[in-house]
């Protein structure tokens, strides 16, 4: 497994990128990699990183403001026909599906693993 | 709001990069993806260790990761139950480990691990190698206790399949239920808690109702249990009405249902107080504990299963190792492939944080769990679990199983996702593919 950093993305340090996210938790910065564990929960339904297409809507690199309006109407139980989400998304404040639909808006490469 | 919009622009700017970093895998961290030092042995090429190996590797390409599973091959407990059913095929359940060995860089070793030396951080294989690690991650699953179910022996198994451990024993309950005669008895008998699936058996003889129902449509279905009360009872029991008729009867721990002795020569098993259930074909689920790795790494307590800490799931007993999936204590999660899943990527990322001296990060675990009674008939129990007050805990108001209401549309939709589900998780873990994309 290659990995090939550009220089500029090596001199970002992730840990100092902090979100700070809406109502319900003014106050709890969410790092770069608690976004990426809190959207890797997504992953066993919705594959490595969302990629995965089937039934399931896909989820990766879709444009962030549509990905956390869905989060938050999943979260308020407002999807008519919702069979788990509603279940799921309500174990999560409104900062941190706002920090999976950041991680998942950034997913650019669409292949399929 | 400016922050938030700027953090907002970096984190994008971060996540998609030229594609580069994308490609890579964003979920690696740039802060530690260049590092090599490290040295992590995962035993057991579950739902969990390959899960975690795989993990690992993508928040830290250098680190050295082995991954120590005796089979070449794995069989899914989950959908074993669908082969059981006629909905899938063996075929259909298995997964190699090419993937994870040629674009993961994971030496994957089909050894048998024999025992753990935590003080000297060695593990021994079968073959008399030994391999030394930083980190080890035990994800031994379950072992049947032999001990603890009278006159329920390995010898006894082969003629009262367990079928708890995919493979050969799911294949031999399979061919009993084919030479069974129409108009023959099936008996299940179900453990107390905590044992692996907890919806594992009432998906079963539901499977196998629908078998019946087909094939051989004047058989009945007992399922005795050491509980009163078992997963998504209530949704379980509608369907088996609606799809099944009277063909499967429960009988709970309060009406005797608790199997005491077993004999398998005559296919009898006998309650708690004394009554004698004689089936044609018979499948104990039987007492279970954690898998012998773990006893012999000395992470397991009386109890039979490993207690964890709750941040990383390293062992509460041994330093530096860390268990995840079915063998540990993490109720209120259930023993389920997707929470071995959901772990493994916790546990990945503790380890990669605490190789790189830094706290671990706030763990968030999910479960869904569905169960097929019908190629158009789903059901699910969810959850969403942290640590609370120092303890793992279900979030209050998340999870819950699927309403009792709904219409057939409903149903029907669950077990679609039922098989993305399993395509999705395969995926994550092994990084192979579900064959089918439908049940029927």
């Not at chain 2, 994800?139 to 329920?152: A, H, K, R």
């Not at chain 2, 790795?293 to 941040?311: C, E, L, M, Q």
């Not at chain 2, 999936?325 to 999660?333: E, F, L, R, S």
Request: net charge negative; hydrophobic share 40%; charged share 25%.
């Amino acid at each position: 497994m290659t990995r090939i950093m550009p220089r500029h993305v090596i001199g970002l340090s992730a840990a100092a990128l902090l979100l700070f996210g809406g109502q319900a938790m003014a106050e709890e910065p969410i790092s770069y990699e608690q976004a990426s564990l809190l959207a890797s929960t997504c992953f066993a339904c919705h594959g490595t990183d969302g990629r995965k297409e089937g039934n399931f809507a896909p989820i990766a690199g879709r444009p962030y403001e549509s990905l956390n309006a869905q989060l938050i109407a999943f979260r308020n139980d407002q999807v008519p026909g919702t069979t788990v989400m509603n279940r799921l998304a309500a174990g999560y404040s409104e900062a941190e599906l706002e920090a999976i639909a950041l991680y998942l808006s950034g997913i650019t490469d669409r292949r399929r693993d | 709001m400016d922050s938030i919009k700027m953090n907002r622009r970096k984190l994008l700017k971060l996540l998609g990069a030229g594609g580069a970093l994308a490609a890579a895998g964003p979920l690696a961290s740039p802060a530690f993806a260049a590092r090599t030092a490290g040295r992590v042995v995962g035993v057991g090429g579950g739902f969990g260790g390959a899960t975690a190996a795989k993990y690992l590797k993508r928040l830290q390409p250098g680190l050295d990761v082995t991954l120590v599973e005796p089979a070449r091959e794995f069989y899914t407990c989950p959908f074993s139950n669908l082969y059981l059913g006629g909905m899938r095929q063996m075929e259909q359940i298995v997964h190699g480990y090419d993937t994870l060995k040629n674009r993961y860089g994971i030496k994957v070793v089909h050894q048998y691990a024999e025992d753990v030396d935590g003080e000297a951080h060695t593990v021994r294989l079968a073959n008399g190698e030994t391999l030394p690690y930083d980190k080890l991650v035990l994800s031994p699953g379950i072992d049947i206790d032999f001990e603890g179910l009278e006159g329920y022996d390995e010898a006894a198994a082969e003629k009262l399949p367990h079928a708890w451990k995919a493979g050969d024993q799911t294949r031999l309950l399979r061919s009993q239920l084919e030479a069974m005669d129409d108009g023959g008895t099936f008996i299940l008998s179900a453990p107390d808690n905590p044992f692996r699936c907890p919806p594992g058996p009432y998906e079963r003889v539901s499977q196998i109702a629908h078998y019946f129902s087909q094939h051989k449509p004047r058989s009945k279905i007992l399922l005795l249990d050491a509980k009163d009360a078992f997963s998504k009872q209530g949704l379980f029991m509608d369907g088996w009405r609606e799809v099944y008729g009277d063909m499967i009867e429960w009988v709970g721990l309060s009406d005797d249902g608790r199997v005491v002795r077993v004999d398998a020569d005559s296919r009898e098993l006998e309650s708690e107080f004394g009554e004698i259930h004689r089936g044609d074909v018979v499948n104990v689920v039987p007492p279970q504990k954690a898998g012998a790795i773990a006893h012999r790494a000395g992470v397991t307590n009386g109890s039979g299963w490993v207690p964890v800490k709750p941040h990383t799931f390293e062992s509460q007993q041994v330093d530096d190792i860390y268990v995840v999936g079915d063998a540990t204590i993490a109720a209120p999660m259930p023993k389920s492939g997707f929470c071995a899943n959901a772990q493994a990527r916790v546990t990945a990322a503790a380890i990669v944080a605490e190789l790189n001296g830094q706290d671990p990060l706030d763990p968030v675990w999910t479960n869904t769990c569905y169960s097929v009674i019908a190629p158009e008939y789903g059901i699910s129990v969810a959850g969403v679990y942290r640590v609370i007050d120092g303890e793992i805990r279900e979030v209050e108001g998340s999870g819950g199983v699927s309403p009792r209401d709904a219409d057939a549309a409903f149903r029907r939709r669950e077990a679609e996702y039922a098989v993305q589900w399993y395509n999705a998780i395969v995926q994550d873990t092994w990084e192979t593919r579900g064959l089918q994309k439908t049940l029927t």
